[in-house]
C-alpha cells in the first residue's frame, strides 16, 4: 500500500529483519518532522509491533550521520541500563530492528533513509500535559537521558542540525523572512512580529554562556516535547525517551526550557483560544522537582539559575521558528490547515506572556529548592 506521502512503507517493512508475518504498515503518531509507520507482525513467537520511520532528508541534510549518533545513542543507553540492572531495559530505550542485510538502516531507491524500532509498549506520548504527576515524570525522565549519555565513548557526536538552538541565528533567520515576506502574509502577523522585535535583547544568553564558558556542553536530546518521551499507560511513569534526530552536543537549558513549553500549559502546541495558554505554577514546580531529582550530580549552580529563563527562552524560540515558517510559506513543519503555522507562533507567543508575568517566582522557587 503507497501512503498519502507517496511511499510504500508495507514494501520497506519487508527489508528489515523482523520474525513473523508482516500484515500491515499504518501512519501513527503526530510528529512534525519524520514519517512514522506502526508495522503490526503475526507473532511467531516475537513481538508483534514496531515503528518504522522514514527521516526527512529535507530538515536532516546528513542522514546518515544522524543514523551514526542514534546507533551509538541507543547501543550506549541499554548497555547502561542492562548493566545497572534494570529488569525493563528492553522498554526503557530505543532499539534498532537491523535490516536483512544487517545495517542499522535502509535506504530505498529514492534514496529514503528508513530506520525500525521496537515498539514501546504500554506507554502513550502526550501531546497535552494533564497532571503534575506527568510533568515530573517526563523531567525526570529527560533528566535521567542527559545522566545516561554523559560517558557516551567515541568522541563528539555529529550535528545533525547545525545551530539547531542559536536563538540568535533563529531570530536572524525571522528578520530575513520578514524582510523577504515572499508570500505577502506579515500583513496578518503585525502584533506577533512586534511582539518577537521586541524581544531581540534577550536571545543571546544562553549562546553566550556556552561561548564564555559559563555553562558547560553535554549531550542533550534537544527536542524534549512532552510527546517525545513515552509514559506508562498505568502508573504514569517515564518509560522511555524518544525521537533521538536531536541529541547531540548542547545545553541542558534547551532540554528543560522545551519542557517548560510543552509541559506547563493545558493547552495544545496549537490551541487558537488563547485565552486557555498559560504557565502553570504547580506544572513548574513538578518539572523542577523531577528535573533535578535526575540531574543533581552534574548540574552547576549557573545552569540551576537559568532553568527559569531557559522556559522562556525555548519557547520563545520555537514560536519565532513557526513564525519565520509561516512568513516562509510553510516549507519545514507539516501542517494541517493553511493558519497552522501562524496559530502555533502565537500560542508559543502567549506562552512567553505567561512566563515573563511569573519569572521572578519561578527563580525563587527554584533559589530555594
Ligand atoms: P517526529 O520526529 O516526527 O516527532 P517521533 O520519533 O517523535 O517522530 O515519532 C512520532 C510518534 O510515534 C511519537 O510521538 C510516538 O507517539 C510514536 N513512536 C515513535 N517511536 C515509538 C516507539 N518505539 N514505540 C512506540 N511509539 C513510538
Ligand atoms: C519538531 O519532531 P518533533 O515533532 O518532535 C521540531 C522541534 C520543535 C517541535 C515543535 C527536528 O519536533 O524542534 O520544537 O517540532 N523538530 C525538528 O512542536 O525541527
Ligand atoms: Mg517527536
Redesign the pocket.
Known amino acids: 500500500m503507497t501512503t498519502a506521502a507517496g511511499h510504500d512503507a508495507l514494501a520497506i517493512a519487508h527489508q528489515f529483519a523482523l520474525v513473523g508475518e508482516i500484515v500491515s504498515a499504518s501512519p ?9 509507520y ?1 508495522v503490526d507482525v503475526k507473532p511467531a513467537g516475537g513481538p508483534s509491533r514496531f ?1 518504522l ?1 522514514r527521516i ?1 532528508h529535507n530538515v536532516f541534510r546528513r542522514p546518515d550521520e544522524l543514523m551514526a549518533n542514534v546507533e551509538r545513542v541507543c547501543a550506549h543507553a541499554f548497555a547502561k541500563l542492562k548493566e545497572a540492572g534494570e529488569p525493563d531495559a528492553e522498554r526503557r530505550t ?1 532499539r534498532l530492528i537491523p535490516t536483512l542485510e544487517g545495517k542499522a538502516w535502509h535506504i530505498d531507491a529514492a534514496g529514503n533513509r528508513w530506520r525500525c ?5 504500554g ?3 502526550h501531546d497535552v500535559v494533564r497532571s503534575p504527576e506527568q510533568a515530573y515524570a517526563a523531567a525526570k525522565s529527560f533528566g535521567a537521558f542527559q545522566s545516561l549519555l554523559a560517558d557516551l565513548p567515541g568522541g563528539r557526536l555529529h550535528e545533525t542540525i547545525p545551530d539547531f538552538h542559536h536563538t540568535p541565528f533563529r531570530f536572524a533567520r525571522f528578520q530575513q523572512a520578514l524582510a523577504h515576506d515572499a508570500h505577502g502574509r506579515a500583513a496578518a502577523a503585525v502584533p506577533e512580529i512586534a511582539f518577537a522585535l521586541a524581544r531581540a535583547h534577550e536571545v543571546s544568553v544562553v549562546v553566550e554562556a556556552l561561548r564564555d564558558g559559563t555553562i558547560p556542553e553535554r549531550v542533550t536530546h534537544n ?1 524534549t516535547k512532552l ?2 518521551v ?1 509514559l506508562d499507560d498505568i502508573t504514569q511513569e517515564g518509560v ?1 525517551v ?4 536531536t541529541v547531540m552536543p548542547g545545553s541542558v537549558l534547551y532540554d528543560f526550557g522545551d519542557l517548560v513549553r510543552t509541559s506547563t500549559s493545558p493547552a495544545a502546541e496549537d490551541e487558537t483560544d488563547l485565552a486557555k495558554v498559560r504557565m502553570q505554577f504547580p506544572m513548574f514546580e513538578a518539572l523542577v522537582k523531577g528535573y533535578l531529582e535526575s540531574t543533581r550530580g552534574f548540574l552547576t549552580p549557573r545552569e540551576s539559575a537559568l532553568l527559569p529563563f531557559a522556559g522562556k527562552l525555548i519557547t520563545f524560540e520555537i514560536g519565532l521558528r513557526f513564525l519565520t515558517d509561516w512568513l516562509e510559506g510553510d516549507t519545514y513543519f507539516k501542517i494541517k490547515r493553511p493558519t497552522h503555522n501562524l496559530d502555533r507562533a502565537r500560542t508559543q507567543f502567549k506562552l512567553v506572556e505567561s512566563i515573563e508575568a511569573q519569572l521572578p517566582a519561578m527563580q525563587a522557587l527554584v533559589a530555594r529548592v
Open positions: 501513527y503518531g503526530s510528529g512534525h518532522i519524520n514519517d512514522t506502526k515503528v520511520q526527512n530505543l524500532y521496537h515498539f514501546i509498549e506507554a502513550t506520548g527536542d510527546n517525545n513515552l522511555c524518544i525521537d533521538l534526530d
